[in-house]
């Protein structure tokens, strides 16, 4: 069984930093794409960033909102993503959710978000 | 960018009935479009990928048809267990999601 598990989360200044960790298991980590994708209160979902596996270079890519200020990084030895938040601002402040994404791959790219975690709150305020 | 226009905003059904729900892309995106299921207070569900894929374990009630820029998720027969807000989302490009479709049993 697929499990992410969300830590990290909690309460910080705008301009302060937060890392957040998603403990992945259950299927081949290091052959995963694992993304983050948040959910401010009320609104709908945003892509943050993703990192794809060795298989791809283990590159990263980031939504605009947030480039050049969060850092998505992995350790595949302990099956673990990273999002480090830097410079936060309050609207940064939402549910942050890691998934996989890998419904299907093919031609060079994975597609479809198939397991998420249960979820962990950012809340940016002074 | 690609934009994605996801309608309608919100709908109430009725248990049983036909329910489709729209999401058009600015531009091709080929096949690459996605829906999900959110529940209140729960993480978003996969149902469809590459436009009519049915995820598994997902229902066979649920269907996505489509390609190119206009794409629809259709729910056969609507259950209580439905109610929630649904999302498309492309992957041809950076992706991203619909605004959402909040779902309503009458």
């Known amino acids: 069984e697929v499990q992410l598990v969300e830590s990290g989360g909690g309460l910080v200044k705008p301009g302060g930093s937060l890392r957040l960790s998603c403990a992945a298991s259950?299927?081949?980590?290091?052959?995963?794409?694992m993304s983050w994708v948040r959910q401010a209160p009320g609104k709908g979902l945003e892509w943050v960033g993703r990192?794809?596996?060795?298989?791809?270079?283990?590159?990263?890519d980031y939504g605009a909102p947030v480039k050049g200020r969060f850092t998505i990084s992995r350790d595949d030895s302990k099956n673990t993503v990273y999002l480090q938040m830097n410079s936060l601002k309050t609207e940064d402040m939402a549910v942050y959710y890691c998934?996989?994404?890998?419904?299907?791959?093919?031609?060079?790219?994975?597609?479809?978000?198939?397991?998420w975690g249960q979820g962990i709150l950012v809340t940016v305020s002074s | 960018d690609i934009q994605m226009t996801q309608s309608p905003s919100s709908l109430s059904a009725s248990v049983g009935d036909r329910v489709t729900i729209t999401c058009r892309a600015s531009?091709?995106?080929?096949?690459?479009l996605n829906w999900y299921q959110q529940k209140p207070g729960k993480a978003p569900k996969l149902l469809i990928y590459?436009?009519?894929s049915l995820q598994s374990g997902v229902p066979s009630r649920f269907s996505g048809s489509g390609s190119g820029t206009d794409f629809t998720l259709t729910i056969s027969s609507l259950q209580p267990e439905d109610c929630a807000t649904y999302y498309c989302?492309?992957?041809?490009?950076?992706?991203?999601f619909g605004q959402g479709t909040n779902l309503e049993i009458k």
């Open positions: 998934t996989t994404e890998g419904a299907y791959c093919g031609g060079g790219s994975c597609h479809g978000f198939d397991f």
């Open positions: 989302q492309q992957s041809y490009s950076t992706p991203l």
């Open positions: 990192a794809k596996s060795r298989t791809y270079g283990g590159a990263t």
């Open positions: 259950g299927f081949s980590f290091s052959y995963g794409w």
């Open positions: 590459a436009a009519s």
């Open positions: 531009q091709s995106i080929s096949d690459y």
